[in-house]
């Protein structure tokens, strides 16, 4: 019996909190009843709600991004453009303007928190002010915006800690997709703060969300940077769908007969190409592979396993599938300054692995390691195969399938543009500069999270305490202040 968890309860305590008539022991570990019984002034999640909603939407079509986005149709936000606590416009859906008028509870509001309720039960979000206001919020997440008794930044910070966690596991459906109910999201118990923590927990997420914002903006330049030496920025390419071929300068030359492929504008983008130093990737880097162990080899403990849905070009999201340690001991693992690079699926996502990663890659997620660093840096390589340059290329390669497949023979022949080792130098400077203001802004929404589950466990004395000895390295990169 030893390590086996048992509470006794009277049936009258089992009916506490309990309006689904719960008995399963999941639902009564001591994590949950002692947190009732030594955390005072709890407030169910519903009495801070100002308004509340999840929208069920039916036969609604997702619309092709090019057409969605030349004739302004909204935005249908899925969970998985949620990046708590921020929201990726990386890989956006659209749907037709007449869900914008059918479903008017679905458009978001700046300021709302975004749960997800149903699938992973894991992502929460506040809209950013600046978000598009032509948006509509998927049905697996719920929308709410706080009343006055608390801060927006300090709920949403209680939700994705420990204790905000376990509590919307406790309540959620265990179906085939998990789901939490808009009565049971509202059962949620959140402790009281202070005023004088929840306006710290305030500053730092004015913080948070400016050294995100300087990120994406540094990042952007150093794409611009690019685009300007390849004569591409502001370029507007041709429309025409129509091209001619001769036989030796088409099939037999690429092998290829579909018309997709030779659309004039991707002519016009390897012409701008040309016109600089170039090479093909696969005399740049070297390129490894991974396993596709299949479904039957995952579980829930073991090492890392990522997917093409745990990949994006500002980084790794932890993934819930693992695969057993022993079994897959001696597969590639990341290393550092190798580029992951997708090539199934979301084609051409590519992302610069800064350090060694304990975690095995899908088949889907190729290996590249540059060959020569004093030719071609990898920071430059990799913002160049995430930009239009090599996404076109993919488009081309890739197009005209349900599932897009992107063959290692054709990304070894894609043609990377070698610019001037400055201004490769430049661009890498500005790439890093990004991606170490991503970093601090991670790390402070940990302090953030560990202060408030500090003030939880102990008092807020020592969550200020905490907040002040961990915040004072942010901003170390000039762009924006510690907390005083």
Request: proline share 4%; no cysteine; aromatic share 8%.
């Amino acid at each position: 019996m030893e390590g086996l968890e048992i509470s006794v309860l009277q049936l009258t305590d089992v009916l506490i909190d309990n309006d689904n008539r719960r008995i399963d022991s999941e639902y009564f570990k001591k994590q949950f009843l002692s947190f009732f019984d030594s955390v005072p002034n709890l407030r169910p999640l519903g009495s801070l709600v100002k308004d509340g909603y999840r929208v069920v939407y039916e036969n609604t079509k997702i619309v092709d991004s090019i057409e969605a986005i030349e004739r302004k149709y909204p935005i249908f936000l899925q969970a998985t453009d949620i990046k708590t606590p921020f929201i990726s416009t990386e890989n956006l859906f659209y749907v037709d303007n007449t869900e914008w008028e059918r479903y008017p509870k679905g458009r978001i509001v700046p300021g709302e928190i975004l749960i997800e309720v149903k699938g992973k039960i894991e992502k929460v979000a506040i809209v950013p002010d600046d978000f598009p206001k032509k948006t509509l919020v998927t049905g697996s997440l719920f929308k709410l915006t706080v009343n006055k008794k608390i801060s927006k930044n300090v709920l949403l910070t209680y939700l994705i800690s420990k204790f905000g966690v376990s509590f919307k596991d406790r309540y959620k459906t265990n179906l085939l997709i998990s789901f939490v109910s808009k009565p049971d999201l509202y059962r949620i118990p959140v402790p009281t703060f202070s005023q004088e923590l929840e306006n710290i927990i305030d500053g730092l997420f004015k913080i948070i969300t400016e050294a995100q914002k300087i990120s994406k903006s540094v990042y952007k330049n150093a794409e611009n940077i690019l685009l300007e030496k390849l004569g591409l920025y502001n370029l507007t390419f041709s429309n025409e769908n129509f091209n001619k071929k001769s036989l030796s300068d088409s099939f037999l030359k690429s092998g290829r007969l579909d018309a997709e492929y030779y659309q004039p504008q991707y002519e016009e983008l390897l012409s701008h190409i040309n016109s600089v130093s170039n090479d093909k990737l696969g005399y740049l880097v070297t390129v490894k592979k991974s396993i596709e162990p299949g479904s039957g080899a995952y579980q829930e403990e073991g090492v890392p396993f990522i997917r093409v849905s745990n990949l994006s070009k500002y980084g790794l999201t932890d993934p819930e599938i693992h695969l057993d340690r022993t079994e897959f001991s001696n597969i590639i693992k990341p290393t550092k300054d190798s580029i992951l690079l997708s090539k199934d699926g979301t084609v051409g996502i590519a992302y610069k692995v800064e350090k060694d990663i304990d975690a095995i890659t899908s088949g889907a997620i190729l290996h590249l390691k540059v060959k020569n660093k004093e030719k071609i840096l990898p920071d430059y390589l990799t913002l160049v195969l995430n930009s239009i340059v090599v996404k076109m290329q993919a488009e081309r390669d890739a197009g005209g399938s349900i599932i897009q497949h992107w063959k290692p023979s054709e990304i070894a022949q894609v043609v990377i543009p070698i610019l001037d080792f400055e201004i490769q130098q430049e661009i890498s400077d500005l790439v890093q500069e990004s991606f170490k203001l991503k970093n601090e802004s991670e790390q402070l929404l940990q302090v953030a999270k560990q202060a408030v589950e500090i003030a939880i466990e102990q008092n807020e004395d020592k969550a200020m305490e905490f907040i002040n000895q961990n915040s004072k390295d942010a901003g170390k990169s000039g762009k924006h202040k510690p907390l005083d």
